[in-house]
């Protein structure tokens, strides 16, 4: 099992900066890949940014070159620093974690946490 608490949403005006934070726990040797998803009232939570275990990241196309993915090992967390923030990016945003149990994956989600930009 792996435990993931996600912290550093709030609400912030456009143009602005939020880091996210996700700690991990439990069997975190088992986790392949990390990612942040958001989701909207009315739309499928859609994936933002995601970085595996080797250390390779991408970043949806609507945020790329305004949030990054990234990870401090020493602390069991997962990281995405979003800058220059739209009202667009307004969502809850949710940590993963996929872990990989030889032929079997297991997906693990946070609470999550809301992110609200103002115009």
């Known amino acids: 099992q792996v435990q993931l608490v996600e912290s550093g949403g709030g609400l912030v005006q456009a143009g602005g900066s939020l880091r996210l934070s996700c700690k991990t726990s439990?069997?975190?040797?088992?986790?392949?890949?990390m990612g942040w998803y958001r989701q909207t009232p009315g739309k499928q939570r859609e994936l933002v940014a995601v970085?595996?275990?080797?250390?390779?990241?991408n970043h949806a196309d609507s945020v790329k070159g305004r949030f990054t993915i990234s990870r401090d090992d020493a602390k069991n967390t997962v990281y995405l620093q979003m800058d220059s923030l739209i009202p667009e990016d307004t969502a809850v945003y949710y940590c993963?974690?996929?872990?990989?149990?030889?032929?079997?994956?297991?997906?693990?989600w946070g609470q999550g946490t809301q992110v609200t930009v103002s115009s």
């Open positions: 970085i595996t275990r080797g250390g390779s990241t």
């Open positions: 439990g069997n975190i040797f088992s986790i392949v890949a």
């Open positions: 993963h974690a996929r872990s990989d149990y030889g032929l079997i994956f297991n997906d693990y």
